[in-house]
C-alpha cells in the first residue's frame, strides 16, 4: 500500500486558514487521496477526497500537486470544533474501500 | 440523517470471556467496515462485508468472526478476549462495495470494550 507522511501535530488560531499537508510520494495513478478526521472521542468523519484536480466542499478544500506526490487539506477559517486528528490516506480501485489509518495531524487551534 | 448505529456503546468484560458487538448500517448501505482503535493509537482496519459476503480481511483475530444478516447489519463476535484487546471498535457504511472514486465511510460512534 502506498503510504503517506504528515506532521505529528500543528497549532492554528481560531478564524485563521490551517493548511495541513500530506506527502505520498510512491503514490499511484489510480489512488485517490481521501482525508478524514476524527475528534476526540468520536469515530472518524469523512472531510474530502480528490484524484487529480482541486476539490472544494462545504467542510474544506483539497489541493492536490501536479505531480500528485503530495497534497494540502485547507479549511479556510479554523474554529475550535476543528480541533481533532486529520487523516490524509489513499484508496485504489481495487483496495475494496477499506481505510488504512496512518499516523495523522493532531490540530490543535487556540482561541 | 439516519447514521451508523453501534450496540453496546460500552461493555466491560473478563478475561476469557465472549462478547458480541453489533453495527446497523445507515438505510440503504450495503456496504459494512470494521476498525480496532487501541489506546493512544489510529484505527486499524479489521474486516468489512458487501452484500452479506466476507470482501476483505486485514489484522483480525483468529479469536474474532464477524457476519453481515440479510438486513445489512453487522456483528463482530470476539471469543477468549484478551486484556489487549481492550480498545475502541468502530464500525462504518457505505454503499456499493467501497468505490474510492465516489464512496465515502460514514463511522458509527464506536463500542468501547474494556477487558479486565
Known amino acids: 500500500d502506498a503510504k503517506t507522511t504528515q506532521p505529528n501535530s500543528m497549532e492554528s488560531n481560531e478564524e485563521e486558514p490551517v493548511h495541513l499537508p500530506c506527502n505520498h510520494s510512491t503514490i499511484s495513478g489510480t489512488d485517490y487521496i481521501h482525508w478524514y478526521r476524527q475528534l476526540p472521542s468520536q469515530g472518524p468523519e469523512y472531510v474530502i477526497h480528490g484524484l487529480t484536480s482541486n476539490v472544494n466542499n462545504r467542510m474544506a478544500s483539497l489541493a492536490i500537486a501536479e505531480d500528485r506526490k503530495s497534497s494540502t487539506l485547507i479549511l479556510h477559517r479554523a474554529t475550535l470544533r476543528d480541533a481533532a486528528v486529520y487523516y490524509c490516506?489513499?484508496?485504489?480501485?481495487?483496495?475494496?474501500?477499506?481505510?488504512?489509518f496512518g499516523q495523522g495531524t493532531e490540530l490543535s487551534v487556540k482561541p | 440523517a439516519a447514521g451508523v448505529i453501534q450496540s453496546p456503546r460500552h461493555l466491560i468484560k473478563e478475561k476469557r470471556e465472549t462478547a458480541t458487538l453489533k453495527c446497523y448500517p445507515i438505510p440503504r448501505h450495503d456496504t459494512v467496515y470494521w476498525y480496532q482503535q487501541g489506546p493512544g493509537q489510529d484505527p486499524q482496519f479489521l474486516i468489512s462485508f458487501y452484500e452479506k459476503m466476507q470482501s476483505d480481511k486485514g489484522s483480525i483475530p483468529d479469536r474474532f468472526s464477524a457476519q453481515q444478516f440479510s438486513d445489512y447489519h453487522s456483528e463482530l463476535n470476539m471469543s477468549s478476549l484478551e486484556l489487549g484487546d481492550s480498545a475502541l471498535y468502530f464500525c462504518?457504511?457505505?454503499?456499493?462495495?467501497?468505490?474510492?472514486?465516489?464512496?465515502?465511510?460514514?463511522f458509527g460512534p464506536g463500542t468501547r470494550l474494556t477487558v479486565l
Open positions: 462504518a457504511s457505505t454503499k456499493g462495495g467501497g468505490r474510492p472514486s465516489t464512496d465515502t465511510q460514514y
Open positions: 490516506i489513499l484508496s485504489h480501485g481495487n483496495q475494496g474501500g477499506k481505510l488504512i
